[in-house]
T-cell receptor
Framework: AQSVTQLDSQVPVFEEAPVELRCNYS??????LFWYVQYPNQGLQLLLK??????LVESINGFEAEFNKSQTSFHLRKPSVHISDTAEYFC???????????????FGQGTILTVHP | IAGITQAPTSQILAAGRRMTLRCTQD?????MYWYRQDLGLGLRLIHY???????GKGEVPDGYSVSRANTDDFPLTLASAVPSQTSVYFC????????????FGAGTRLSVL
């Protein structure tokens, strides 16, 4: 069985400061990893994903995440946050083998990022 | 492109009543999912369907049922609602060609009194 742990339930930060949202997963097999963002009263939207290749993946709005297999982590970072980044962020993992994903997407508990002016 | 459409947006329901939450997708994805979201618990999978005609139980299936008569529709039914089913419900679909990325609807906020 796999599990996903987001280490911080809430992260307050001031505008233009850097931020890191932590995510660890546990799995005995290979996984695909995802970060989703949820703005108030909306559904989840994919922010970025790691499937294979470069361990550093980036989103179009300045977020990046690095897959670290030895530490089983997939932390999300942004060097300078904006007010508009205020949202809840979910880390998720899905098993795969032979290039084909299988099993369910397992979500972490979520981290609420609040950016203050 | 509509993506995933859920209805209703919100509902207040008396305990013991039957309720069906609707979900329709226009992306022709084979796999669809129902989650509930509760504060501090993240998203928990209720039921899923890998393809039309098949369904499976997720992490918290008790009190819920689903059907998948065709590719586009995946309704979730609460046969006899209880207050513990008060939650926000999300429907999603996925495309295996993209590593299983899931696409979510806007959610249904359900209150059972």
């Amino acid at each position: 069985a796999q599990s996903v742990t987001q280490l911080d339930s809430q992260v307050p930060v001031f505008e233009e400061a850097p931020v890191e949202l932590r995510c660890n997963y546990s799995s005995s097999v290979s996984v695909y990893l995802f970060w989703y963002v949820q703005y108030p009263n909306q559904g989840l939207q994919l922010l970025l994903k790691y499937l294979s290749g470069s361990t550093l993946v980036e989103s179009i709005n300045g977020f990046e995440a690095e897959f670290n297999k030895s530490q089983t982590s997939f932390h999300l970072r942004k060097p300078s946050v904006h007010i508009s980044d205020t949202a809840e962020y979910f880390c998720a993992a899905r098993l795969y083998a032979g290039g084909t994903s299988y099993g369910k997407l397992t979500f972490g508990q979520g981290t609420i990022l609040t950016v203050h002016p | 492109i509509a993506g995933i459409t859920q209805a209703p947006t919100s509902q207040i329901l008396a305990a013991g009543r039957r309720m069906t939450l609707r979900c329709t997708q226009d992306m022709r994805h084979n796999a669809m999912y129902w989650y509930r979201q509760d504060l501090g618990l993240g998203l928990r999978l209720i039921h899923y369907s890998n393809t039309a005609g098949t369904t499976g139980k997720g992490e918290v299936p008790d009190g819920y049922s689903v059907s998948r008569a065709n590719t586009d529709d995946f309704p979730l039914t609460l046969a006899s609602a209880v207050p513990s089913q008060t939650s926000v419900y999300f429907c999603a679909s996925s495309d295996p060609k993209t590593g299983g990325v899931q696409y979510f609807g806007a959610g249904t906020r359900l209150s059972v009194l």
